[in-house]
Nanobody, 122 residues
Framework: QVQLVESGGGLVQTGGSLRLSCAAS????????MGWFRQAPGKEREFVAA????????YNTDSVKGRFTISRDNGKKTVSLQMNSLKPEDTALYYC???????????????WGQGTQVTVSS
């Protein structure tokens, strides 16, 4: 079992930045591929970014490339999502996710956090 707790969401103006963090209870975080997803009101949950077990590979959805950066610290058991140049369309509930298998746009990870709200005002 892995418990995930997100933090760092909030209200920011267009062009601003936020850093989301995810604290994991896993005994060995490097056993898990980690990802971030988001769900806007009235829309389906979508993949945002993912990072491989050791952190050597990262993946971003096209709409956030060049603006969002995912990182991890296996020793501290945390995963972060640095979000820059935020846009109103980035407004959503952001979820941290974990799985022993690869997480990508088609994946449904086994473990999810409760989410943290990000609101970008225009």
């Amino acid at each position: 079992q892995v418990q995930l707790v997100e933090s760092g969401g909030g209200l920011v103006q267009t062009g601003g930045s936020l850093r989301l963090s995810c604290a994991a209870s896993a005994r060995t975080l490097s056993n898990y591929f980690m990802g971030w997803f988001r769900q806007a009101p009235g829309k389906e949950r979508e993949f945002v970014a993912a990072i491989s077990w050791g952190g050597s590979r990262t993946y971003n959805t096209d709409s956030v490339k060049g603006r969002f950066t995912i990182s991890r610290d296996n020793g501290k058991k945390t995963v972060s999502l640095q979000m820059n140049s935020l846009k109103p369309e980035d407004t959503a509930l952001y979820y941290c996710a974990a799985d022993t298998k690869i997480i990508n746009v088609a994946a449904t990870p086994d473990y999810w956090g409760q989410g943290t709200q990000v609101t970008v005002s225009s």
